[in-house]
């Protein structure tokens, strides 16, 4: 089965770093994505990672341990318009095909204070 | 380039009633991903289609439910007899044909059901 946790809510100030984790017990690993979900709206897409290491893409990092189960996305330079939720997923194939389908975990809610 | 396309956005029914969302993918993605999200939880994936084919319905309630992809027009998600515990987000997701576990799906905006 596929376990996935992540700290239900943060908040952090204008300006400021957040960093949220996210841990993971699968059987069988392919990865872990990152989405980012504001209130009402699709979850986008914001990260990948398979190897262990630090991805870094503009304002957003994403951090991978495979030995400890164990990522983070960390957020920089903080504005108001990350308030949202972060969505911690792990792929897994889907029965008989090329296709995978993603075990989400339960999302942490940042709200960015000016 | 259109994105994912669900609709309708919000869609109200009451208990015993049939609610039928739509999702249009991407253009050029053929494979089809439902999830749903419950308020203040995850988002739980539900089935997954190719066109005319269910592949992996696994987390699907076996009763009420359904799930079809024609060969013409969008993917329709089907609620029977609709109770208060089906009000949730539902999303559609879809992604390119055997890019691998790495690739990335592309959420619809959701509808969002409430059963009164």
């Known amino acids: 089965g596929q376990n996935i946790d992540q700290p239900t809510e943060m908040t952090a100030t204008e300006g400021a770093i957040v960093q949220i984790n996210c841990t993971y017990q699968?059987?069988?690993?392919?990865?872990l994505f990152w989405y980012q979900q504001h209130a009402g709206e699709a979850p986008t897409f914001l990260s990948y990672?398979?190897?262990?290491g630090l991805e870094e893409k503009g304002r957003f990092s994403s951090f991978l341990s495979r030995s400890k189960g164990y990522s983070y996305l960390l957020l920089k330079e903080l504005q108001m318009k990350d308030s949202a939720s972060y969505l911690c997923?792990?792929?897994?194939?889907?029965?008989?095909?090329?296709?995978?389908?993603?075990?989400f975990g339960g999302g942490t809610r940042v709200l960015v204070k000016p | 380039n259109a994105g994912v396309m669900q609709n309708p956005r919000h869609l109200v029914r009451r208990r015993g009633q049939e609610a039928r969302l739509r999702c249009s993918p991407m253009?050029?993605?053929?494979?089809v991903y439902w999830y749903r999200q419950l308020p203040e939880e995850g988002l739980k994936f539900m089935v997954y289609l190719q066109k005319e084919n269910i592949i992996d319905e696994s987390g699907m309630p076996k009763e009420r439910f359904s799930a079809e992809f024609p060969k013409e027009g969008p993917s329709i998600l089907r609620i029977q007899q609709v109770v208060r515990g089906d009000s949730a987000a539902y999303f559609c997701?879809?992604?390119?044909?055997?890019?691998?576990?790495?690739?990335?799906?592309?959420f619809g905006q959701g509808t969002r059901l409430t059963v009164v």
């Open positions: 997701a879809s992604s390119q044909v055997g890019q691998g576990l790495n690739t990335e799906a592309f």
């Open positions: 997923a792990s792929p897994r194939r889907a029965i008989g095909t090329a296709g995978n389908k993603l075990t």
């Open positions: 990672n398979v190897l262990d």
């Open positions: 699968t059987s069988g690993f392919n990865g």
């Open positions: 253009k050029g993605h053929s494979h």
